[in-house]
Each structure stands twice: as structure tokens, then as C-alpha cells.
């Protein structure tokens, strides 16, 4: 993690993920998260690259739906889906 007591130098060849979360989002009676990233090389005199730029942003592709229920866990499970 990078943050204020971090003293390491960016050099050229590093790869980050940068992430970006906002937790806990309530919305009537549901309650959600939103998980934002990219996947950054730091390259020479600035020329950093996000490598995850041409990825497709269309919310069907990289949306993700994960239920807490174990019961319908266990439905899933046994209808092979």
C-alpha cells in the first residue's frame, strides 16, 4: 500500500493496481459496494501506461453480482448452474 510513511521511490518496470472502493452503499433496503481499478506500468520521464485502458467498461461485462445467502448457494450447487 502506498501512503504518507511510504518512502520508495517509483521506478521504471513497477506495476500497480490501483484501486479505488466505496463500501457500504445503501440504497433503500439494499446494500452494495463499488470496486474501481487499473492496472498501471510506470515507464520513463512520465510515460506511465494503464494497461487496462482497451478493457471493455459496458457495465454487463464487468459488472459481478455475489450473494451471501448459502442457501441459494446450495440450490445453485445442485441444479449444476
Known amino acids: 500500500m502506498i501512503n ?3 518512502h ?3 521506478e521504471e518496470g513497477m506495476v500497480f493496481n490501483v484501486l479505488l472502493t466505496f463500501p457500504n452503499i445503501k ?3 439494499k446494500k452494495f459496494a463499488i470496486y474501481l481499478s487499473d492496472t498501471v506500468i510506470i515507464g ?3 510515460g506511465n ?3 487496462t485502458y482497451e478493457v471493455s467498461r ?3 461485462e464487468v459488472s459481478y453480482n455475489l450473494n451471501d445467502n ?3 448457494k446450495g440450490e445453485d450447487e ?3 448452474e
Do not use: F, P, T, W
Request: aromatic content about 4%; charged content about 40%.
Open 4 to 6: 504518507s510513511s511510504c
Open 8 to 10: 520508495k521511490r517509483l
Open 27 to 29: 440504497l433503500g433496503d
Open 44 to 46: 520513463k520521464n512520465s
Open 49 to 51: 501506461q494503464v494497461i
Open 58 to 60: 459496458k457495465y454487463e
Open 70 to 72: 448459502d442457501d441459494e
Open 78 to 80: 445442485a441444479s449444476g
